[in-house]
Structure formats: structure tokens, C-alpha cells
């Protein structure tokens, strides 16, 4: 399959020969830690006032990516378009997250970065928060247990614990897992071992939603034990070309950092979390220190979404900190404030020390980079990342643009579409938590059914120019009409959706009827 358009054939061939060049050098191992909620501004390297030196190390050893982006500006799209290569909204789920009981939402069929590399020879782990769905198995009869001691609250209490779950990590290309099903605000509170429940949930305990939990699980220890564990993942695979995946459960809600990191960042419990998991970072670049194996390893570190207004960002503001930086938003809507995020890669003797792209890079575009680096990007099928752009090339230090536009996508389900320097939202206000909510902009005639920004120019998307730019508008929403209809955005033949994503504000469809799919 031909990822990239042939009119640029030069570079398609550049890459192909780059790619040879390190596939020749042996397989790079890949590393992606995720963390969760946390903006673009709450790194210290990005003016953050929470110490971060762990992720400014890996900034001043590699590339920093300063127009990066998630998806969607939250939780599970994000982590289904990275380990799929696909836009979340082609997936059942159209707006919203799912929660620690909802069922898989990536099935077993589709190939996801876990299982390509798999079969190019990596050993695949994932350790931390998965947040896609997972199959548990109920107790027979339709029984229901209640807790051990205490009282019995929430859902969860008709699951068999002893029972593998199904369409989980394992049943979708990792060797290995070491999860926790989703927000530690999301029972069951539990961690899974290669579908095994480590100890049953027999009591309740409410880190944020009462609900079942394993006697000794507790909230503040996981990033403790995720990073142990990635430190034993690294060793034992030392041998071997291994793709750690490392989705943290920080610094989401609960906001809970162990002893040793409280009080030590001066703005607060939200700070000292965000130090906490930059010292996870740390332990994955000292085990690769001690393995030998940082030169051969590409460390990328990204975010799920921006920072939640959880957080208590007016709070943060007051002390200096803006933990989504300049950018207008924060989680869950779709202003650059829900999407734009950290976004760092370290790979020594590869990438330059201290360089810094502006090119327009997504998480969704990981599948196609991480075949690209282990020099098997022409592998990928019709059938496969359907909308991952490999950014081999700009960590090598080129200047033209790989991805020609990205989509958007709010908790509400409201799409705007990124061309250039040019923003469309499809919707009259944030299309998530931040004012305007949808609730109050779908019913203020004042506003303009959608948005038109040029981030160049504005890039805290103060002034709509839509109706100064009737014709680019126009071609926007067409873009965006082709790119759902076509199932792709790389080139290749039109895949389905499951489902169209029908989630436009009536204003808009009216607007723009073709935007309903019929």
C-alpha cells in the first residue's frame, strides 16, 4: 500500500531509504508514555512551575514538537486512535468516554500497533491505564456478591474476578500487560495481569465513584508500581527489539501523589503529580541507561488531552502556572486548549539534541511512524492506520509537511478541521466544558454556527473569521465531508465507518446538509 501521495515521490523515497538505513542497524525499540489531562503548558521546559526535568531531558535530547495533537480532547478516542492509526469517530463511540465496565471497543479483527509489530518480531507490552473497554465474565446464575466488610456500592459485584477478561491488550497484539481497566475515578478498581484480575475486588473503596476494589488496591501506589514495572519490562527484553506502551494514570483525577512528592512542587497538589510522573519518565530513561540500550531506543511522550479544569486551573493562573499554556480551552473541548499537548521524541544518534518542528503531528500518527522506523512501513495494509501520517522525516529534520490537514474532535462529538494555518470548528461554542458550552452556544443566535481561526495570526482563537472567508469554509466542509465519507485520509482505497458520526449541531447541518451523510 502507497502511504503517501506519489507527487511526493522524492520523499517517499528519502524515507524508504532512511528506513532501510536503521532497519539495517537492527530494530529500534519504541517506547510511548502517555500521560493523562496533562496540558501544554504543564511541563517545566514549556514555562510550567512544576519541575519537570526528567521530560525536559528528553526535550533536550531529541525533538519537541510545538504543533502537536491529540484526536480528541479526551480520554479513550485519544488511546484508540493511537494504537489503531484511525480517527476515533469511525469507532461506535461518536462523543464521550467509555467507563471500567462498558464493553472492548477495539475489535479483535483490526490490527493495532501492538499487533503490527508483533509480527515484524517486537516484543509488545503495555503497563498502565488501558480505558478501552475490556470483556469481563460474569458470575454464574446471575449472582451478585457483596463486599467482604463494609458496604456494597456501585456496579461490578456480577463479575467472576478469578476469570480471564476478553478483547483485552493480550487479544489485540501485546505479549504482555499490566493494566488498570480505566480512571482510577472508574470502578473496578483492580489491576489486570495478562487478563488476570492480580487480587478480586471484594470491598468497596471510592477514590472518586464508590464501587468494587481489591483489598490492598490503592489509588496513590500506581505510579509507583507502573514504574516497576516498565523497569522489569525493559530488562527482560533487553535482548530483543521490545514496543513498551506506558499510558499513566496521571495527573488525572483523583489527584493523589504519593508521600514523597507532596509539598514538593509549591503550587499545589496537581503540581507535585505532575512531578511524580515525570519521575516515571525517569525510571524508564534509567533503565534504558543501565540495559545500554538508550541509543537504539525512540522515547516519544505525549498527553491524552489538555489539562482538566479538575485541576482547579483559575487557582493554578493565580501562582503562575498555566497548565494549557497560551491556548484557548482545556479538556473536552475543542479549542486548541483540548488537544494540543506535549509532545516530545528522543531517539540519540538519530534525532538532533534540542531541535524543535512546528509541523503538524498527531498521536494518531505513531502506527505509521513506528512501521516506518522498524522498516516495514510498506507493510501496512488497505485495511490498516487509515489515518496515521508517518513523521519519520521531520524527526530527521525535514521541513516539508507530511500531514496535509487533522481533524478534531470534542466529549460532545463536535468536529473542526485543521488546514494550514486554518481552524474550523463545526460548532457555535467550545463543544465541550469551557464557555460557551454547547448548551447555552446552540441557543445564542449571536454566535456564528461554526468558527474559522487563523492560528497564525490568533492563536488563542479570539476573532471568527468565517464570514470573511466564505469560500475557504466552504472547502473545509468538504474536506471534512470527504474524509468521513472515504473511511481514510492516506491514500489508498475507501474504508467503511461503523456508523456515520452523527453528532452536528441541527445549525450546522442546516448550514451544510451534505455534513448528515445522506
Not at 541507561?289 to 516519544?300: G, I, M
Not at 502506527?367 to 490498516?384: M, P, R, S, W, Y
Request: net charge neutral; glycine share 10%; with cysteine.
Amino acid at each position: 500500500m502507497t502511504r503517501i501521495n506519489l507527487k511526493h515521490s522524492a520523499l517517499f523515497f528519502i524515507i524508504l531509504l532512511v528506513s532501510a538505513n536503521l532497519f539495517a542497524a537492527g530494530k529500534p525499540n519504541l517506547i510511548f508514555i502517555l500521560a493523562d489531562d496533562q496540558g501544554y503548558g504543564d511541563v517545566s521546559h514549556a514555562g510550567g512551575l512544576a519541575q519537570t526535568p526528567h521530560i525536559d531531558r528528553l526535550a533536550a535530547e531529541g525533538m519537541r514538537f510545538t504543533d502537536a495533537h491529540t484526536t480528541s480532547s479526551v480520554c479513550t478516542p485519544t488511546r484508540y486512535s493511537i494504537l489503531t492509526g484511525r480517527y476515533n469517530w469511525r469507532s461506535r463511540l461518536k462523543k464521550g468516554v467509555l467507563f471500567g465496565l462498558d464493553k472492548p471497543l477495539i475489535p479483535e479483527s483490526r490490527t493495532t500497533v501492538a499487533s503490527f509489530l508483533r509480527k515484524q518480531g517486537y516484543h509488545t507490552g503495555v503497563i498502565g491505564k488501558w480505558h478501552l473497554g475490556l470483556g469481563w465474565q460474569k458470575l454464574p446464575n446471575g449472582e451478585v456478591r457483596v463486599a467482604e466488610e463494609g458496604p456494597t456500592k456501585g456496579q461490578g459485584w456480577d463479575i467472576d474476578y478469578s476469570k480471564p477478561v476478553t478483547g483485552g491488550p493480550n487479544a489485540l497484539g501485546f505479549d504482555d500487560s499490566f493494566i488498570i481497566p480505566a480512571s482510577l475515578d472508574m470502578f473496578p478498581y483492580v489491576y489486570l495481569r495478562n487478563g488476570l484480575a492480580t487480587q478480586p475486588a471484594t470491598v468497596t473503596k471510592a477514590f472518586f465513584r464508590a464501587g468494587p476494589s481489591g483489598k490492598d488496591f490503592e489509588a496513590v501506589n500506581c505510579l509507583r508500581d507502573f514504574a516497576g514495572e516498565s523497569r522489569k519490562f525493559i530488562a527482560e527484553n533487553a535482548a530483543k527489539p521490545f514496543f513498551l506502551y506506558l499510558p499513566l494514570n496521571s495527573p488525572h483525577t483523583p489527584i493523589v501523589p504519593s508521600p514523597d512528592w507532596q509539598g514538593k512542587s509549591k503550587i499545589g497538589k496537581y503540581g507535585d503529580f505532575i512531578m511524580e510522573t515525570d519521575w516515571v519518565v525517569g525510571e524508564v530513561l534509567a533503565e534504558l541507561d543501565k540495559q545500554k540500550l538508550a541509543d537504539n531506543t525512540l522515547v516519544l511522550f505525549a498527553t491524552d488531552n489538555g489539562c482538566s479544569p479538575a485541576a482547579g486551573i483559575p487557582d493554578l493562573i493565580k501562582q503562575g502556572h498555566r497548565p494549557n499554556a497560551h491556548w484557548r480551552g482545556h479538556k473536552a473541548d475543542i479549542f486548541e486548549g483540548g488537544h494540543r499537548v506535549p509532545f516530545v521524541v528522543r531517539w540519540p544518534t538519530k534525532v538532533k539534541a534540542g531541535s524543535q518542528s512546528n509541523q503538524l503531528v498527531s498521536t494518531l500518527d505513531f502506527f505509521a511512524t513506528a512501521a516506518d522506523i522498524a522498516g516495514v512501513g510498506t507493510k501496512i495494509a488497505d485495511t490498516e492506520a487509515e489515518d496515521s501520517f508517518s513523521f519519520l522525516a521531520a524527526l530527521q529534520g525535514g521541513e516539508n509537511a507530511i500531514r496535509p490537514s487533522l481533524i478534531h474532535h470534542s466529549i460532545a462529538g463536535q468536529f473542526a478541521i485543521r488546514r494550514g494555518k486554518w481552524k474550523l470548528a463545526m460548532c457555535p461554542g467550545s463543544g465541550g466544558w469551557s464557555a460557551p458550552r454547547p448548551s447555552v452556544a446552540l441557543k445564542d443566535d449571536s454566535l456564528s454556527p461554526v468558527q474559522l481561526y487563523d492560528l497564525e495570526t490568533d492563536p488563542g482563537e479570539k476573532t471568527n473569521v468565517q464570514d470573511e472567508h466564505p469560500e475557504l469554509v466552504g472547502e473545509l466542509v468538504n474536506a471534512l465531508v470527504e474524509a468521513i465519507r472515504n473511511g481514510r485520509t492516506t491514500e489508498g482505497p475507501a474504508q467503511s465507518n461503523e456508523g456515520w458520526p452523527n453528532t452536528f449541531p441541527k445549525k450546522v447541518l442546516d448550514a451544510w446538509p451534505k455534513l448528515s451523510g445522506k
